[in-house]
């Protein structure tokens, strides 16, 4: 706690200056405990500075050989707090304030000790200056930010002052301490506080008072002050002295009356009690912060937040002209009028602490309970109760109490807030795309709750003054949401209990005409149709009507209830219906074609045993009328090749029958009858009118194309058709032409013949014979081969197995040195393992194998993968000598691999036996499914 200092480095006199009567006693130390020359404790006592309360020192610390200040005060009712507050004070760090030592209570007094101030007070400064706008604003920053330390501690200092500011230096920009701490106290204290008033820097609300009422209140006092010390650094002089227009340095009773007057107002034609319209012209931002921190209105004068706001020139509320009775809504040292309330709790980072502002009736610090307390809000109050028994709606019975509370607290800032304000919900404007966003929110059940609340009859009703464009549209989206939901309901394309169903149907309620349009243009995309009636006459009517495109928009949400069918699923069932048809089809035409080559065919098909006397007449008739006994071999000959021939066509017709017959059990026989083809016919396709097959077979070849035409994955199956029985028209056609053929020639038979040259004579022994003729000769005895050698001798020959097993240990190759390769030796080495790989299957080889490879002085390899059919290293291992044995397996390099041997050498010698007895090409089985060979 420094008292104001003097020119000489002492105490100043008082930051108020008063008459002769009410100066201070002459002697300074007069009930001092301690004098100027003594020892006390570990300071060495020096001359005594002026102070207004109690004794003040110099001192030197002779351990530290540092100098201080040491302050005496008789022990009073706020020891408690004055000890808290020192201590606070004493264990932080605050720049731009004066350090604090310890503090020592004996005797009935306390002790406290600082650093010695700078010797230059701001009083003395501005005797010679005139603040400008960069002044001010550096000073701001300093004295905002130390004032603000002590407050967040909960601290406040009372006696900011010309005199309690120290000026640290000003050559590069002022920097300057806080002193004066005499009266720094806790602001969070029980009862009443005594505080000493000075009209000149003390606040209205301080004005007259000698004990004041503690609580956050209290810093107002200071952000007051440093207005005042701004305003006076200004000016040149108290501001007091531009409205008396007269010398206010030395303070009087009168001058202190006429001070408190000003900070009472009293003067209803007077200035404010900040005075700052009677200042001379100043700039903008220098009036904005005057008018800030000089509020009559304690709530609503400014504070740290405020400060900085104006040292970042962003825009700030005026409330200079709000009264020092005007009360505002406070809340974490922001305050509000009820209208800047409503704007701020209504945006979404507040939205939660707005709504708990609105029920928290409990909370004295609430809004509501602030609007409670003071009578000039008892309108705002009434507001607020009425809207509060909104609750007990009906439409709004099911809702969770979150979602009515946030409802309420929606219209209750909107009620309460400025004019033309739109309906705000979590800081969002309500309308299509809220409603929209709300519905798609997690969890759903709030969503949906939130949207039905606000398409409420009453609700609409309430807002509809204030937000009439809103109102419209939840009058809207409400009416059209009942009317669809009852036709939908009805039609049973909705569950009313089902969140997600009846949230689906709002959502399409919200959606706008073009909007529709084009969800129904998209669901002709994906949806062939609807079983539903109704809603199959919307979906392909060219135009619709609103409520009935929302329907279908909304019942395409859920195909399977509504009956929606998928083009891919309708091309399915369509691909069903006419795969039955022209199965169907196809046995009828089957049965059709067989009826008709029995009836044209008698020969073969003629009904059993009928058939048989027709052969045996016919044999008959060749036999007699044929020269015999050829004529008998003909004969029956020709029966039996009928009977087989109908054996034969019989039997090629049996799978066909077994698939197209009613009765799959029912085989064809010899003895089948040509009326079962028309049986068969008619159950194949009942009620089918009697048509030709070539009528038939135009149908299936319809539905075959349409089949085909189907969009679907894999592409869809034509229906076979039957077979045209041409082995039935064929043995048909033979057994007539046998017929025929052989009664011509017993007709032919009869006819006289030329004569023929006989056996012996010249004629004859020209003929041509072959029984001299030499045996084909025999090729080459085989030799017995390896596979390697059969493989590349014979082109007929199958890739063989890999049976090569690598072992767990192996000899190891000595490595003598090694050798970049050529190309060409890259080259050979890679054919040469193509070679030695050539005879084993491709997917079952693997491994690594040598590769001999050929070099100048002694033998080498390179080394191959199997499996890849590469070179693992261009490099050539030198070694002693090649493996002894072939198909042996070695470890060279830390890494096993299998020795074959030489590559073999390909020779075509043995090839030409074989080109004579090899099989066709036709013939001959695919490679790939011949047995496979083991080595």
Known sequence: MLPETDDSGGLAPPSVPVDSAE?????PTSGSPIASGQR?????????IHCDAGWAFHAVNVGALEDVCIFVRPID????ARAEAWSKLQNGKYPGLIEVFDAVEENGFRFETTQVPPATTMREWANTHQASLDDVEALVKQLAAAVQAMHLVGVVHCNLNLDTIHLVAADAGLKVLIGGLDTATLYDQSGLIPLPVNPLYAPPEAAGLTKHRAGAGLRAWDWWSLGRIMQELVIGQPVLGLVLDRDVSKMTHELRARAEELLLERDSAGPKAGAVEKMPPISDDLASLLR??????RDGRWGWREVQCWLKRETLPDRYELTRNDRLFVWRDRAFTVAEAAAFFRTEEHWAAGVDQLFDVKNPASFIAFASREQELSG?????????DFVQLPAWRECPVEVVRTVIAAASWLQIGGEREPLLLRGKRVDSALLRALLKSEPLAEGLALVRALIAPPFVQLIAARDPETARLLTVVGTSTTETMATAEKNEWLTVSDPAAVARLLSSVLEGETELVRHREELKKRFALSRDPQLEAIFKAPKAKHRELILLVFAAGDPERTGFVTHLDWSRERYMVLRERGERLAAKLFWLRLGQLMQTGPLVFLRWPWVIGVWAGLAAIVAVLAPPPLGLVVGVALALVLF????????SQRGCVRRYAHDPQEIWTMRSRADRCAKEAEAALPGDPVRKPGMVAAELASINREIVGLALDPAPEAVRAPSELRAGWLGSGLGWLLAVGALGWTGWSHMPQAETAPEGSELANQLPGVAGDPARPVGKPKTVLTSEEQFFSDPRSVYVSWNFEEPDEAPALPVRGYAKPTPEQVATALIDGQKLLAPYAPQTAQGVIAIPVATSDEPGVMLYDVKRRMLLERRIFKLEQLPATDRSWHELNRRKILYLGEPPE????MWADESAARPSPAAEPARAERPVATP
């Not at 006390?40 to 005594?48: N, V």
């Open 380 to 388: 705002v109050r009434e507001q607020l109760d009425a809207l509060r």
């Open 292 to 297: 800030g921190l000089l509020s009559s209105c």
């Open 40 to 48: 006390w404790h570990a300071y060495q006592i020096g001359d005594a």
């Open 77 to 80: 009712e706020g020891r408690a």
């Open 906 to 909: 390909l020779s075509l010698e």
């Open 23 to 27: 100066a201070s006693p002459a002697s």
């Open 644 to 651: 087989g021939l109908r054996v034969l066509v019989c039997a």
